[in-house]
């Protein structure tokens, strides 16, 4: 009839959607299938209230069943499904924001280098990024006569320093991508902030001869560790801009709808802060590990770290 003709292309192409397994929960549907849900609820409303035939009326109301089941019902995760969201999406993620990580990279990197050149050029500048204390600290830490550089650390302080460096590296992480909503200002003075920090210490100690202990133990884990913090600012960024330019949205849609398409990049990052944690308590404060181990471990995991980003995921079938 003129009813069923009008709308079989509509109710055909939903049968075949929702056709599909329950348990894929990370194959998207199109976005305009909620929609043609809800029309296909008012069409069997109709076709009951006019009494169009068991038939009609069976089939509606089992592809309407069919959609509940899909659109509301309970999903089971998969594990291969969890590994492609997390292994897969975030270097997608990363490469389709790819404007503002090489932003964040240069808000990051520059005030870094910056920082340290000049204070190896003029060693009072590192007065103007850190606090006497905070130098004074550094120092006892790296200065390589220390006790702790000369003895190993027992395994018992290293699930202890595990911890508070997950605790320490997520915090720092978390506030430079929850600050992105104050319009992305938040975002950019904390990866400046972060970097003029950072680059003032390593010039000071690189400066005053204790370069040796301070690269040896940082150069491995920041592979991880400032990647993350610089994916952070990214993400953050993101919700900045979706704030100050939300186009015809609202700015709480726009809000929401950037933060749910960033959010790999957030799990990414999350996870490469947990890597960086373990490393740091591991293997970079150990004693017993020759420093050419720890520059070729570092060599290797900053070309992983970014050949990951780069290429991983690049094909759909991969």
Partial sequence: DIFSSRHEEDWARLEAEFARPIHSPFRESPADIPAAYRRLCQHLALARHRRYGAQLI???????????????GHRVVSARAMVERLVLDFPRTVRREWRLVGLAHLLFYVPFVGMMLAVLHDPAMVH?????????????????????H?????SE?????????????????????ASGALVGLGALFFLVYNAIILGGAAGHLTGIGFGSTFWTFVCTHGAFELTAIVLSGAAGMKLGFALLSPGRRTRGRALAEEAKAIMPMVWGF???????????????????IPPAAKYTSAALCWSAVYGYLLLTGRQRGA
């Fill in 58 to 72: 069976g089939r509606l109301n089992t592809i309407a069943a069919n959609g509940h089941a899909h659109l509301y």
């Fill in 150 to 154: 000369l003895k190993a650390r027992a």
């Fill in 270 to 288: 999350g996870l490469m802060l947990v890597a960086a944690a373990w490393v740091e308590a591991f293997w970079s404060s150990s004693a017993l």
């Fill in 157 to 177: 302080s290293d699930l202890l320093m595990f911890g508070y460096y997950i605790n320490n590296n997520i915090g720092i992480a978390l506030r430079t991508f």
């Fill in 128 to 148: 103007a990024a850190l606090a006497p204390e905070m130098i004074s600290g550094l120092e006892d830490m790296y200065d390589p006569a220390s006790a702790h």
